[in-house]
């Protein structure tokens, strides 16, 4: 028994590490179940409670901080403000749910930059109160999954 405990556990661990060495920007996924959208969504919500800039720029297509070096990192820290102001509002921030939203989640053979799946995560603000956010997923045109930073 002990030692199929720790095959699970080896499993879960190699599983885990694989999806933590993808980057943040173009990363693989098998199909819209994929369950490294759940991560890379909890990631990107907690780089903004966490107020860390680099893993929230880390999202961003690479290009925008050529193109934009004076304005990227205030979008940067916008955002991460933004974050904090709906936070004051809440005594506690804590995932509740987590879900891929099947409505609008797809993936077309025939164009894969209309591909897209879409998160929703609900936060316990309080004890009375949610907080829901969502995260969008799109490939782009090297067939890898990015997020929707620009929320076009």
């Given at each position: 028994?002990?030692?199929?405990?720790?095959?699970?556990a080896?499993?879960?661990?190699?599983?885990?590490?694989?999806?933590?060495?993808?980057?943040?920007?173009?990363?693989?996924?098998?199909?819209?179940?994929?369950?490294?959208?759940?991560?890379?969504?909890?990631?990107?919500?907690?780089?903004?409670?966490?107020?860390?800039?680099?893993?929230?720029a880390?999202?961003?297509?690479?290009?925008?901080?050529?193109?934009?070096?004076?304005?990227?990192?205030k979008?940067?820290?916008?955002?991460?403000?933004?974050?904090?102001?709906?936070?004051?509002?809440?005594?506690?921030?804590?995932?509740?749910?987590?879900?891929?939203?099947?409505?609008?989640?797809?993936?077309?053979?025939?164009?894969?930059?209309?591909?897209?799946?879409?998160?929703?995560?609900?936060?316990?603000?309080s004890?009375?109160?949610?907080?829901?956010?969502?995260?969008?997923?799109?490939?782009?045109?090297?067939?890898?999954?990015?997020?929707?930073?620009?929320?076009?």
């Open positions: 028994m002990k030692g199929i405990l720790a095959i699970i080896t499993t879960l661990l190699m599983s885990a590490n694989a999806y933590a060495e993808q980057p943040n920007y173009g990363f693989e996924a098998s199909d819209i179940n994929d369950p490294i959208f759940k991560e890379k969504c909890t990631s990107y919500t907690d780089a903004l409670t966490n107020a860390d800039a680099n893993t929230v880390s999202f961003a297509p690479p290009e925008f901080m050529e193109k934009y070096p004076d304005k990227f990192p979008e940067v820290e916008r955002r991460i403000n933004e974050h904090k102001k709906m936070l004051a509002k809440y005594p506690y921030f804590k995932l509740k749910k987590i879900s891929i939203r099947q409505d609008i989640s797809k993936i077309d053979v025939d164009n894969p930059e209309k591909s897209l799946v879409g998160i929703n995560t609900l936060y316990e603000g004890p009375k109160s949610t907080i829901g956010i969502n995260c969008l997923f799109l490939k782009n045109s090297d067939n890898k999954w990015i997020y929707n930073f620009t929320h076009r």
